[in-house]
Each structure stands twice: as C-alpha cells, then as structure tokens.
C-alpha cells in the first residue's frame, strides 16, 4: 500500500513531465486545441484536490469533486472521466487519492471489522445493525472471522438479502457471512470480499442471483480481473466462487416452484452477454481448467433452455439455498 508521501511525488512528477514536454525546445512546437487545453486544466483542477486531500488528511466524494468547478467540468460523468485519467497515468487506484463513492455494499455476519478512519472494531452481528452493516468506502484495515463460519453467501438483491435477514438464515443455516452489492458489484464490495478470501482462503464463497443473463454476469465479475475503461484498478478478483443455480425455468415449473408467469425468453442482448462470458472466460489467462468449464457450461445452459427468471419467486427460497450450500461445502 502506498503512502500520501508517494503518491504525492507521483502527482508532483505527472506536472513536472507536462511542464517540461511544453518547454521541450527538441520536440515541434506544440499546437493545443480547446478541447485539450480544457482537458489538461480539469486534470490539474483533481491534482489540485487530490494534493489537498492528502495534505489535510481528508476525503471527497464524486459528487463534491463535481461541485467544486461545475463550470468546468460541465457534468459528473466528466469529473469522472478526469479522475480517471488521473489513476491511469500515476497507476494509483482512486481510494489511494482519497477519492470515494458514496457507500452502497451491504454485510452481516459472525466477522468483526476494523475500518480505515476508525479505530473501534465493527461487529457485522451487532444488535444495533439487524438490516446489515453499511460497507466502508475507505477501506478496511483489519478483519476477525469467526472460527466457524462456514461460508459466505455474495446476494445479487437488497430483497432477497433482506428476505435472509429476516428469516434467520444466518443463525438457522450458518453461521456465515451474508453480503450484497445491491445490484452489480461496486469496487468497496469486491475488496472487502477480496479481504475476507485473503483472510481466509479456505472460505466457500456462493452466489445467489436472478437466472439471467445479469445475474450470471453479476456473479462473474465477482470472479473476473476487474477491468475498467474509467479508472485505474488493482486486481481484486476472488478464486472459485460457485455461482448458486438453485432451479433451471424447466426444472422449476416441473417441482412446481416457478409458476408459468414467472418465466420470459432471453432476448438477443441476454444471448450476447453470455457469448461475452464465455469469450471472457476462455481468453483469460487467469482461470483455471474447471473454473472455465462451470462458467461455460453456466453460459451455455441458459442458452440452451432459452429462459430466465427473477430468483425473487422462489417461495422458501431459505430451504433451497441451505440444501445446494450443503451439497457444495
């Protein structure tokens, strides 16, 4: 992990380069256009902040980084793209910068965390967090598992986590480590979980999601070299993680788990997001032999049976859960 005195060196370093490359009377005499002179002032506009923010020891979020010069960076999505210019060059993930999102992963569970900018430990079973315990964004320093746990369940919707909660699960089916992203992962949620596999290698990681082409997407990425075409990211990927099919549609409606309304056609944007798993998959150096068969064969299944379903219309989709963990542990 680097420190404010390194990464400000860096940031000193990328102004020192740009200055002298102006002043480089070797090279052509340079001609910038608008666009790129409005380009090279918003990228010093978050050098700047970034440079404050580790002077004073403090944060910013997205959204302020907008707000301090709206005129010049002309919306969100554009800030965003500065600071990411910005990671890219110095190869700094943007937590480093002390620049974060505002939180959205959820967890709870027999874990204790201590949290960077936070000295006391955080107990994910507190009585006092019985809807789960808000994922720092800064970052966690420390972790304490309990001996044993024997799992940790990654949940693809805020519903179906809160469904969990609610029914016990932990304490009926555990004790385990609950999670959710409450939709597609965010980079908070992938390094905690990178934390707790680090922490514990021997720890089964499932995931539960909707039986489509999202959700398998979903569970995937979990499990993928994070890659981003914005910002600068540091591979926090967790090895092995089975991705929970509880029913195929056709295995449903035969137990009569699913109803026939539950259940609509993969369209062709489903269809080519499962191509792109399985070309992701097979490209990749990263996998092994049987991690690229599951997720191919994964891929390979919806598309064969050609229909999906929200995981939402399983009925004791408590049971369901604890029998296929059981199987897989």
Not at 183 to 191: C, L, S, V
Not at 281 to 295: D, L, P, Y
Request: glycine content about 4%; charged content about 25%.
């Amino acid at each position: 992990m680097r420190g404010n005195v390194d990464v400000t060196s860096l940031l000193e370093k990328c102004t020192l380069n740009f200055l002298t490359s102006l002043l480089d009377k070797k090279k052509k005499k340079k001609v910038l256009s608008k666009g790129k002179i409005l380009e090279m002032a918003r990228l010093f506009c978050i050098i700047e902040i970034v440079s404050k923010n580790l002077k004073t020891n403090t944060h910013s979020t997205l959204r302020q980084i907008f707000y301090t010069n709206p005129h010049l960076f002309m919306s969100q999505n554009v800030s965003n793209v500065a600071i990411g210019k910005l990671t890219k060059i110095i190869k700094i993930p943007r937590e480093l910068l002390n620049i974060y999102n505002s939180p959205k992963g959820i967890i709870r569970g027999n874990i204790f965390l201590r949290e960077k900018k936070s000295s006391p430990w955080v107990d994910c079973m507190s009585i006092f967090e019985t809807r789960g315990h808000l994922i720092c964004p800064f970052g966690i320093s420390d972790i304490k598992i309990s001996p044993d746990v024997k799992y940790v369940l990654i949940v693809e919707k805020e519903t179906i986590f809160f469904r969990l909660l609610q029914s016990d699960f932990i304490s009926n089916y555990g004790p385990c480590i609950l999670i959710t992203a409450r939709g597609f992962p965010d980079i908070n949620t992938r390094q905690l979980l990178y934390e707790i596999r680090r922490y514990n290698k021997g720890l089964k990681v499932f995931c539960i999601t909707d039986y489509d082409a999202y959700g398998l997407s979903i569970a995937f990425t979990y499990t993928s070299k994070m890659e981003s075409k914005v910002y600068y990211v540091e591979d926090v990927s967790i090895d092995n993680l089975f991705w929970l099919n509880l029913f195929s549609p056709e295995e449903g409606l035969q137990k009569h788990v699913l109803k026939d309304i539950d259940i609509s056609k993969l369209t062709l944007r489903d269809i080519r997001m499962l191509d792109n798993i399985c070309e992701t998959v097979k490209s990749s150096r990263k996998f092994c032999s049987s991690e690229i068969i599951a997720w191919t064969e994964h891929a390979n299944h919806m598309k064969t049976s050609g229909m999906k379903y929200e995981v939402d219309a399983i009925q004791d989709i408590e049971k369901y859960l604890s029998i296929r963990i059981e199987e897989l542990l």
